[in-house]
């Protein structure tokens, strides 16, 4: 008896095989895209006709994994893809040409190809539109993304949000018990997001949460399935009901915001409250504020819905995800704790108090004098100034597991790449930072390793206070010759070699977002928490835990991308993501979690 996954496989090829004739007949074999007069390469695996049909029906993790062996096999040359019913596409590896691509967003844009697929989701949302549309939705979410909205963000939110997400892992630790900690992050980024953007109170284990990772991963695989128009109306009937619970969220961020406008006019006040100051840090933002200025800048309801959901799931989805796999890596490699902890503890001191007042006689001596000092973490000091081993922890896991794994552009028009390859119009263009992350042409021999200090450099001690000599190592177990512990600096790659955060005019708004709530969240949580992976064992059945916990006091080796590494007791299974847009881990991230004996 075949399952529902195999039915649906099943279908597919059956489908695809009785209309292949009539598709050839009418679509021809012969693509016009070439090199200087020259077919291109095609792929590893390709076949007569079909093409690449039959990879592109794989599970998507195992997708990327053909990707990269691509790269590997044949490093930045641009390969042909062909699949019956799509429009001839290449994959392009070369930094040079995804720069091309990603700095003239006139001539590669989403195209018919990616919008037909994703409009039932993301509708007239700023993912899946061009043109000046795009452009006034990325000009209305330019302030929340502004210095002071992230002074905010890391002053005044991040330290109640993560403070909840906290007192849920003592919790959890005092009953010994397993958690999902990729439900934990979704649980944080939700409530943050909701508050920061939308003044709503927003809970992830919502019909609504639910229903948009339905059709995130329904929406995914019909860039995989040329025939899913066919298929899906068979199979996938949940969808209908996930796309419409989805929609109907939407519309109410958008209707309890009006209504919250019309009751401040009414009341003879401003339709968008002033910010709040934080008399601390000086930081100001009022909270709604995204959702506000879409409704500011748009009429139509149903653009606004389609715009805050669009925002929602890049501040949410991604960013819980890439904590997801950045603690696993850290459960994965326990070597990288202490230094992470090390380098915490270098972290600038804020000047001493002032000497209290001596008692007076009203004053009651037997009463200690205590004056809070400021928080550890602040805005200024999760910067990578200060914390670069941090900020190199998450980029080294956005590039083994960056959140969007696949990305697709249409040609509005023929044009060439810069290694010679004439694209006609409407040629899909496809990348894969996954694969880019593991490209040894890029990264080196070593891309299967996980290690943060590729994103470093020493800095001369002349650099760091005017001495003599350079400085041994990098952060952390080994000398720091700086008062301030700054031994090393971050060193950013290129965004056409490490394409996370997208390049050109489309580049990531959110970046500096993202990072500074990742650097803050995983501060806090290695300096207080040591987490142990729960898994089935490599060569085994049932689940145990790995690897002694994260944190034990940081011994462990070194290991591959998701913990290939040699003799470590415990060894468990590579994780794997599940079929979505973004990169959710399947099955979640189950550990248990233990106070550290020093905080």
């Given at each position: 008896m075949l399952l529902v996954n195999d039915r649906t496989m099943f279908a597919i090829i059956i489908s695809f095989i009785t209309v292949l004739a009539g598709l050839i007949i009418v679509k021809g074999s012969q693509s016009s895209i070439h090199r200087?007069?020259?077919?291109?390469?095609?792929?590893?695996?390709?076949?007569?006709?079909?093409?690449?049909?039959i990879i592109f029906l794989q599970a998507r993790h195992k997708l990327f994994h053909w990707f990269a062996e691509c790269q590997r096999q044949h490093g930045f040359r641009t390969l042909e893809i062909s699949v019956p019913t799509l429009p001839p596409g290449v994959v392009i590896n070369a930094p040079e040409n995804l720069e091309f691509v990603l700095k003239h967003d006139d001539i590669f844009t989403k195209g018919e190809f990616f919008k037909s697929r994703s409009w039932d989701l993301f509708g007239n949302g700023i993912i899946n539109v061009d043109g000046p549309l795009w452009k006034t939705q990325r000009k209305a979410a330019l302030r929340f993304f502004s210095n002071s909205s992230l002074k905010t963000l890391v002053d005044v939110h991040l330290p109640i949000f993560v403070g909840e997400t906290k007192s849920q892992l003592r919790k959890a630790a005092a009953e010994k018990r397993v958690i999902d900690l990729e439900a934990i992050f979704m649980d944080f980024t939700t409530?943050?997001?909701?508050?920061?953007?939308?003044?709503i109170d927003m809970d992830s284990s919502s019909t609504f949460f639910k229903s948009f990772d339905l059709a995130s991963g329904a929406i995914g695989e019909r860039f995989q399935n040329p025939l899913w128009r066919i298929t899906e109306p068979l199979f996938n009937a949940r969808l209908r009901r996930a796309l419409s619970e989805v929609k109907d969220f939407g519309a109410s961020i958008v209707a309890t915001t009006l209504e919250k406008w019309e009751y401040r006019l009414l009341h003879g006040q401003p339709s968008v409250p002033k910010p709040a100051v934080n008399t601390d840090s000086g930081a100001t933002q009022p909270d709604g504020y995204l959702i506000n200025a879409l409704i500011d800048n748009f009429k139509d309801p149903r653009l606004i819905a389609d715009s805050a959901l669009n925002f929602l799931s890049a501040g949410r989805d991604t960013t819980a995800q890439s904590l997801t796999w950045t603690f696993y890596l850290l459960m994965r490699h326990p070597h990288t704790i202490p230094k992470i902890l090390t380098e915490l503890s270098h972290l600038p001191?804020?000047?001493?108090?002032?000497?209290?007042?001596?008692?007076?006689?009203?004053?009651?001596?037997?009463?200690?004098?205590?004056?809070r000092s400021p928080p550890l973490l602040t805005s200024s000091t999760i910067q990578p100034t200060h914390?670069?081993?941090?900020?190199?922890?998450?980029?080294?896991?956005?590039?083994?597991?960056?959140?969007?794994?696949?990305?697709?552009?249409?040609?509005?028009?023929?044009?060439?790449?810069?290694?010679g390859t004439f694209l006609p119009k409407d040629a899909v263009v496809v990348w894969c930072p996954w694969a880019m992350g593991r490209?040894?042409?890029?990264?080196?021999?070593?891309?299967?390793?996980?290690?943060?200090?590729?994103?470093?450099?020493?800095?001369i001690a002349d650099e760091v206070y005017g001495g003599g000599g350079g400085i041994e190592g990098s952060v952390g177990g080994n000398k720091h010759e700086s008062k301030e512990g700054k031994g090393v600096r971050l060193v950013p790659r290129s965004p056409f070699e490490f394409p996370v955060f997208n390049g050109g005019p489309r580049a990531c708004m959110g970046k500096k977002m993202a990072e500074l709530q990742a650097?803050?969240?995983?501060?806090?949580?290695?300096?207080?928490?040591?987490?142990e992976e729960v898994g089935e064992a490599v060569g085994g059945e049932g689940e145990e835990g790995g690897n002694g916990g994260n944190g034990g006091d940081g011994d462990g080796g070194d290991g591959g991308n998701g913990g290939n590494s040699d003799g470590r007791k415990g060894e468990l299974k590579e994780r794997i993501s599940r079929n979505s847009l973004t990169l959710p881990m399947e099955g979640g991230l189950p550990c248990y979690v233990k106070r550290r004996r020093r905080v």
């Open positions: 200087k007069g020259k077919k291109l390469l095609k792929p590893p695996n390709t076949l007569p006709i079909l093409g690449n049909a409530r943050l997001m909701g508050k920061l953007a939308y003044d001191t804020p000047p001493p108090p002032p000497p209290a007042p001596s008692p007076t006689p009203s004053s009651n001596p037997s009463t200690p004098q205590t004056t914390l670069p081993y941090t900020h190199a922890v998450f980029y080294e896991s956005l590039r083994l597991y960056p959140p969007v794994p696949f990305e697709i552009k249409q040609c509005s028009s023929a044009t060439t790449l810069p290694d490209s040894r042409d890029i990264w080196g021999e070593d891309v299967d390793i996980f290690k943060p200090e590729r994103w470093l450099e020493d800095i650097v803050y969240v995983i501060a806090n949580l290695v300096r207080e928490f040591a987490f």
